[in-house]
Each structure stands twice: as structure tokens, then as C-alpha cells.
């Protein structure tokens, strides 16, 4: 039996009562013009826009029309926030900033994007990292320590420790630390050597248990006459078996050189003068990995290492070349995005996106955070500006470009990107996505 | 029914009248009333439990201009439908805050409720519970209309809610390069 039902209107509804026809009648004819949510106001709207199911839908929602734009733009930060951050594949990938070392015996800083700078975290800029761990001798365990490598967050450090190399993941965000058993003198230890670092996003199988806290690295050296990969896993936390690198050897020279690597499908990638090197993870345990190396020739040809970088696409699948180049009179950086790894890029016909940047003011941070999601920030570029110093994080497909300020161009040297993924951030930090300019407030 | 006595009642009685009755009556901009249990709206509406503590309820018809007789007879439809389906106590807390609590699926009773509503109702429905308060209709009603929006193009969108483009074509070409990033086909 249903239960009584009282939401039929009151029989003795008084004199104020006019059934409502004017009023009805109005807006009916007011949308006969207009929409459904033209008589919503502007805080409904923001309700319904922060309660999709995507960034992504809220984004074709601002290109709807005009008010919807409008309001999801003035609201954006909020709208971010109340996104379902448990959906892992809309996580943002959020670019904090940079760590850079000034001199080696100078300690490690940190160089906030702008609007890692504005957030909650209070991330201040160029000051040390407050990094005193002691390690079991009771010396400060990052003294002296030099980055390596950095990816989704962690940061791979190389201690300074006579008996060898030993190397050491460190989450800034969770303050997670593990040193890494040492490749000892003389056996094992490499000299110059390249090192990357993958994580649980980055693997094709990820073991069921927690895949935040997993990661894996692979080393690449050279030892009697040829090059060698070698990898570390997190979970047995040992080093696997050395194994030749099939084809050429890498000259020691070139390989100390080597920026940051690029991962994409479990297979990290290295820019070099002619191409992309790439190594498959499993290349340095599996037995017959002759297909698990591949070099990707550039088509152009020679490439000046410090004007090139290489990139994921946002939708990581594909790898794309990301070219910077100085104007000559007013040095101010021109970035050409290719929307293939081997386009020529002699001819860079057309590129994807052609990004002037005309002083860093106007690139005060547009966050590009969101373009992550397909687990990556695509890279990670740093530029000498001769005057503005200024560090810019691109990417390639959508042309967002962030920059940091720092206190000197000689920072800038070499520094190595601070993501926070998101899925270890305990803090909430405000996302902001890129609004265009006319909807701007 | 109350609604008719006249000004020569006490004060006093009426005060007491009030205290007693478990129900508070509702009027619509366009002045019909509706009663809804107070306990389901004090418990569902933040807006209406501030004005029942605050004892600025009206016998005669508190009031609520911003809403139309078909919405509030939603609302309340919602409120009596929603107190016979106890036991919800969690409900209450988890729509305090989306950032701490995340949102909980509508369960079968508030689909259907939805469901049978016209797209000029539901989005009627939006503003009622945005002006009362009452998040967890909010959360239902929004979350039926994201589900409408979800994966859909712009043009989808404008069609499925009859909206006018009036963005110029530079513009729209703008916006696709700014968010590339969620045109990508999923």
C-alpha cells in the first residue's frame, strides 16, 4: 500500500494563489527561445558541472556555449577538486616543479611551477630540501647526492659512497626513502651510466598489490668492451643479472651525457644525436632481448642534444620530438612540436602547434596538469633563458607550456622534473586546467 | 488544517500549535502549499533545518519564492519518499562535503525518481535543491544529468539540452586547441 501522499497542493491555498499560470507561462515562453538551464543560476550550474564524471566532460561542457564556458572557467580550481580523483586514469600527473643541484657539494633545490607555488603546499622557491635523513653511519643521507633520474614523483639520487655505486629512490611527497643495495667497486660498479626510472603506471602487469609503491629501475653502463643493462625491482629488491645490451656499444662519453629518459609502453627511451634509443625494462632480465632494444632514427639527421627533447603524446601512445629554438635577435624560445618521432624534422611539416613565448609573464603557469592523464607529464624540458630565466615544461600535443622562476639561469643547468602523482599526494593540491583567454575572467 | 484561523488566535497557541505539529508547510512562488514531515526536512534540507531551529517557519506557508509548484512538489515527493525509505543515516553525513565523502550511487528508488522527470523538471528540480540545500538530491538529480552528458561532443550536448552555439568558429577552434586534451576519443 502506498503511503499517503501529501504533495498535492494545500486545498485552502488563500488569495495569493494564481495556479501559477503567469509564472509558468513566462518562462515556458522564456525557453522557448532559450534552453533548459537558461533560468538556472550560476551556482546550480557549477553544482551539475562538478559532479560529471570526468575532467574531460566538464571540458566539452565549457565548449558548449558561452555561459557554460563561463562558468566552468571561473570555477575551474573548484570543479577540479570535486572531480573523482579515484578514477586512476583521470589522475592528474601534476608538475610541482624541479629539483636542480647549483654545485655538487651545494645540496638539492626545488623550483616550484607557479601554481605548485600558490597552492596549499607552500612550496617555496629555490630553498633547500629539507632532506636530513641520516643514513646508519649517521651522516646525512643526501649530502652530496646528485639526481639521476626522476619520474611519476620519485626521484632516483645517486649517494656519494666510496664503495661503489648506490643509488636511492626518494618520494618528496610521502618522504618515502629506499637506498638500493650498492653495485660495488670493483666488480660491479658502473662508471658513466644512464638510469631510468619506471613506475607501477608504466608497466603492461602490474603486480596486484600496491602498485603506487612500485617501481623499477634500469641501468645502462659499459663494462669490457660492451654495453651492459642491468635492472632493480622493488619488489625482491635486488638487482637482477647483468646482461650485454645487443647491438653497438654505447661510447661512455655519450652515455654520461644522456638526459632524462621518456617512458612509454614499459620501454624508456633516451634522446641521442641520431635517434631514440629505446630499452624495453624486461630487456635486462629476459633471455633473448635482441627485440627488446630499438633505435629509432632521427630522418633529419643530426640533432643538437640541448635543442631537442623527446616527448610522450597526452594520450600516451605515441612519442613525439620537441624542438626549442632561439629567435636570434630578441632570444626568445620558438618550441615546434612534431606530431611524429620521425617526421623530418628539417622540414617540421606542419607542426602540430607552434608556440611563441614572448616573456614569461604571459605564461604565468597555465597549468597543463590535467594533460597527464594518460600517466605521464610529457616532458620535462629545461632552457638556459639568457634573461629570463625562466624553466618551461611543455607539451607537445596541446602546446601548454608552464614555467617556473628561479633565482639564476645557472640553475637551470640541469634539473629534473618533480611530479606528484597524484595517487601518493596526501595533500590536496588545487588543479587548474587551461582556460582560453577570452573566457578568462 | 491551520491554515485558515484567523489573526484572533493567541500568539501563545499558536506557538504551541507549531511545537506539536510534525509537519511544515511549504508555499511555491506561484502560493501552493505543500506540508512535508519535519523531520525528513530537517534531516534532508540544510535550509529548511535552519529555519525550523530558528523557529522561522510560517504555518500559514513558509514562503519559498524561488521555486516553482512543480519543482517543490518534487522536493517534497522526494522528502516523504526518501523517509519511508530509512535506514539512511548515512546518507545525511556523506552528502556534507564531495571532497572528504565521495559520492554514493542513487540508489533504485531515486533512479526512478529521476528518471521519469522532463528534462525541464529535473533541471528545476537542480535549482530547488541547490536553494534549499538538500545535497544528496542534488547529487541524484546532477548525476543524472552527467550521466547524460558523459562521453557526449559539445554538439551532443547542445543537442540533447537544446542549446545554442554561441561561441564564433576562431573561438571554438581555440578551445579545442587549449583542451585538446578531452577531444581525444576515449
Keep these: 500500500m502506498p503511503p499517503v501522499r501529501r504533495a498535492r497542493a494545500h486545498p485552502a491555498a488563500g488569495p495569493y494563489s494564481t495556479d501559477g499560470w503567469l509564472s509558468r507561462r513566462r518562462r515556458r515562453h522564456h525557453r522557448g527561445v532559450a534552453n533548459v538551464t537558461s533560468n538556472l543560476p550560476d551556482d546550480a550550474l557549477f553544482e551539475i558541472f562538478s559532479r560529471v564524471s570526468s575532467a574531460a566532460d566538464a571540458a566539452r561542457c565549457a565548449a558548449t556555449c558561452r555561459r557554460w564556458g563561463r562558468v566552468v572557467a571561473a570555477r575551474a580550481a573548484a570543479i577540479s577538486r570535486a572531480l573523482p580523483s579515484d578514477r586512476r586514469r583521470f589522475l592528474p600527473h601534476l608538475a610541482l616543479g624541479f629539483i636542480y643541484q647549483q654545485r655538487k657539494e651545494n645540496g638539492l633545490r626545488f623550483v616550484p611551477t607557479a601554481s605548485a607555488a600558490a597552492s596549499p603546499l607552500h612550496l617555496g622557491g629555490g630553498t633547500p630540501l629539507d632532506a636530513r635523513l641520516l643514513d646508519e653511519r649517521g651522516a646525512c643521507l643526501f649530502d652530496h647526492a646528485r639526481p639521476v633520474a626522476s619520474r611519476n614523483g620519485r626521484l632516483v639520487l645517486e649517494l656519494r659512497r666510496a664503495d661503489g655505486l648506490t643509488l636511492s629512490v626518494w618520494n618528496p611527497m610521502t618522504g618515502e626513502v629506499s637506498v638500493l643495495p650498492t653495485l660495488s667497486a670493483p666488480k660491479d660498479s658502473p662508471g658513466d651510466y644512464a638510469c631510468a626510472i619506471l613506475t607501477g603506471d608504466d608497466l603492461d602487469t602490474p603486480p596486484s598489490s600496491s602498485t603506487a609503491d612500485l617501481f623499477r629501475l634500469l641501468l645502462m653502463y659499459n663494462r669490457r668492451g660492451s654495453t651492459m643493462l642491468r635492472s632493480y625491482s622493488s619488489d625482491t629488491r635486488r638487482w637482477g643479472d647483468e646482461r650485454d645490451k645487443p647491438g653497438d656499444m654505447i661510447r661512455s662519453r655519450v652515455l654520461g651525457r644522456l638526459g632524462p629518459a621518456v617512458v612509454l609502453r614499459g620501454m624508456a627511451y633516451w634522446h641521442t644525436r641520431h635517434g631514440a634509443l629505446g630499452v624495453l625494462l624486461d630487456a635486462a632480465s629476459s633471455p633473448s632481448p635482441d627485440d627488446d632494444v630499438c633505435f629509432l632514427t632521427y630522418k633529419g639527421g643530426y640533432c643538437k642534444l640541448d635543442e631537442h627533447v623527446l616527448a610522450v603524446s597526452p594520450d600516451g601512445k605515441t612519442l613525439r620530438f620537441v624542438e626549442i629554438r632561439f629567435t636570434n635577435a630578441t632570444q626568445v624560445p620558438v618550441i615546434t612540436f612534431s606530431t611524429s618521432l620521425l617526421k623530418d624534422p628539417t622540414t617540421r611539416a606542419p607542426p602540430a602547434v607552434s608556440t611563441m613565448l614572448r616573456s614569461t609573464n604571459t605564461f604565468t603557469c597555465l597549468g597543463s596538469k590535467l594533460q597527464g592523464r594518460a600517466g605521464t607529464i610529457c616532458c620535462g624540458s629545461v632552457k638556459r633563458v639568457a634573461r629570463s630565466s625562466s624553466l618551461f615544461w611543455t607539451n607537445p600535443a596541446a602546446a601548454h607550456v608552464t614555467s617556473s622562476r628561479s633565482t639564476s639561469p645557472r640553475d637551470h643547468w640541469r634539473s629534473w622534473p618533480m611530479e606528484c602523482a597524484a595517487t601518493r599526494a596526501k595533500t590536496s593540491v588545487a588543479m587548474r586546467w587551461t582556460v582560453p583567454h577570452f573566457l578568462r575572467g | ?186
Excluded at chain 2, 533504485?108 to 525541464?120: A, G, N, P, Q, T
Excluded at chain 2, 552527467?146 to 537544446?162: A, L, W
Excluded at chain 2, 564564433?168 to 578531452?182: P, V
Design chain 2, 1 to 186: 488544517m491551520e491554515v485558515d484561523k484567523g489573526k484572533g488566535e493567541a500568539e501563545e497557541t499558536r506557538k504551541v500549535a507549531e511545537a506539536d505539529r510534525d509537519t511544515v508547510t511549504l508555499k511555491s512562488s506561484d502560493g501552493k502549499l505543500f506540508e512535508v514531515s519535519k523531520e525528513a526536512a530537517a534531516r534532508l534540507s540544510t535550509v529548511l533545518a535552519g529555519m525550523i531551529a530558528g523557529g522561522s517557519i510560517d504555518d500559514n506557508g513558509t514562503d519559498l519564492k524561488q521555486i516553482g509548484s512543480e519543482a517543490l512538489e518534487n522536493v517534497v515527493d522526494y522528502c516523504n519518499k526518501h523517509a519511508n525509505s530509512i535506514p539512511s543515516a548515512a546518507l545525511i553525513s556523506s552528502s556534507i562535503s564531495f571532497n572528504t565523502a565521495p559520492f554514493k550511487e542513487p540508489e533504485e528508488w531515486e533512479r526512478k525518481f529521476v528518471d521519469r522527470l522532463s528534462h525541464d523538471a529535473l533541471f528545476d528540480l537542480v535549482e530547488a535543491a541547490n536553494f534549499l540545500g538538500m545535497e544528496r538530491l542534488l547529487d541524484v538529480t546532477c548525476h543524472k544529468i552527467s550521466e547524460m552528458m558523459k562521453g557526449k561532443s559539445p554538439d551532443q550536448i547542445r543537442e540533447v539540452f537544446n542549446i545554442k552555439n554561441d561561441y564564433t568558429k576562431e573561438e571554438l577552434e581555440e578551445i579545442r586547441q587549449e583542451l585538446a586534451w578531452a577531444f581525444y576519443d576515449d
